[in-house]
């Protein structure tokens, strides 16, 4: 087995991992979505790390992709309908997106070095990704990278919207490289979610 079939093998049966459809976790904001995923707030949970580390939402482990992905969830569809534009900003400074992705590194690394300590250099090495998962639709062309075009910007239904995708891509954009093998993040969004990993999959949702 690889080093991270290994780790979710035994996450799992020490019960540090809690496997479940991405739309079943605790406040989700894409409650249709079935990819399964682990929920990371329980594994911060089980660690007790002292103060408590702000993690991200989900953990996806891909082991015959060699990936991880840390799955961070936005709704905006409340947000939307109660406050101005002129509000994005301050509520992406809210999120504390760095701080979600760093502190989630962390939480990994000591549960990984909790389960086989000679494990870290395979840790360490293993590709990761940061996916902010949102609940506004961006119709037929979910983001693969941050760079968007003006082209689609004007395709997007709502003015608001625009401006949440444009907020969201600055800030993750200007993310410094946190860890090696940390690669940029990526905005995605609920109604494409499932698709997205399938394809990763081999066409299943998993």
């Not at 707030?41 to 939402?57: E, F, M, N, W, Y």
């Not at 701080?99 to 962390?106: A, P, V």
């Not at 239904?157 to 907020?167: D, F, G, L």
């Not at 946190?178 to 995605?188: I, Q, R, S, Y």
């Amino acid at each position: 087995m690889s080093f991270l079939a290994d780790l979710e093998a035994s996450g799992l049966a020490h019960g540090w991992f809690v496997a479940m459809p991405l739309g079943e976790l605790d406040k989700s904001c894409c409650p249709q979505a079935q990819t399964t995923v682990i929920d990371f707030d329980h594994t911060k949970t089980k660690l007790g790390r002292v103060p408590t580390p702000k993690s991200c939402d989900a953990l996806k482990i891909l082991a015959s992709q060699q990936r991880l992905d840390f799955i961070e969830m936005k709704s905006w569809h409340e947000f939307m309908r109660r406050n101005p534009p002129a509000a994005i900003p301050a509520q992406i400074s809210k999120f504390d997106l760095k701080r979600k992705i760093t502190d989630s590194l962390g939480v990994l690394q000591d549960l990984v070095m909790r389960v086989e300590s000679n494990a870290l250099p395979a840790y360490l090495e293993t590709d990761k990704y940061y996916i902010v998962l949102i609940d506004i639709n961006l119709q037929q062309n979910p983001l693969q990278h941050l760079a968007i075009s003006l082209e689609f910007l004007s395709q997007t239904a709502t003015p608001m919207p625009q401006q949440i995708v444009q907020a969201l891509s600055k800030e993750l954009d200007a993310m410094p490289d946190l860890v090696a093998k940390l690669h940029p993040p990526l905005l995605k969004n609920c109604l494409d979610i499932d698709a997205y990993y399938a394809t990763l999959a081999g066409g299943r949702v998993s």
